[in-house]
Nanobody, 126 residues
């Protein structure tokens, strides 16, 4: 079993930055594809970004492209999401997800990932 724990959320003004972390335990996730999703109040959970098991491939939702950067450090069993130029519409609970997959192909479907964290709140004030 893999346990995922997000951290780094908080309250920030529009235009500011935050860096989220997703720490894995239980097993190494070096062979896992990983992703970030987010869910705003009364909305569905949406894809934010994904990264392949070696970190060579990344995919971003159009709404965050150019502002967010996904990365991972397999030696630390941790994934990150650097969020810059934050907007009020980025306000949501951010979740990390993972699935063992030794391939560079990435998916945006939440149903494909089988391990999830509990989420961390990000609030961007205007």
């Amino acid at each position: 079993q893999v346990q995922l724990v997000e951290s780094g959320g908080g309250l920030v003004q529009a235009g500011g930055s935050l860096r989220l972390s997703c720490a894995a335990s239980g097993r190494t996730v070096s062979t896992y594809a990983m992703a970030w999703f987010r869910q705003a109040p009364e909305k569905e959970r949406d894809f934010v970004a994904a990264i392949s098991w070696r970190g060579g491939n990344a995919d971003y939702a159009d709404s965050v492209k150019g502002r967010f950067t996904i990365s991972r450090d397999n030696a630390k069993n941790t994934m990150y999401l650097q969020m810059n130029s934050l907007k009020p519409e980025d306000t949501a609970i951010y979740y990390c997800a993972a699935r063992e997959f030794r391939d560079g192909v990435l998916t945006r479907s939440q149903w494909w990932y089988n391990y999830w964290g509990q989420g961390t709140q990000v609030t961007v004030s205007s």
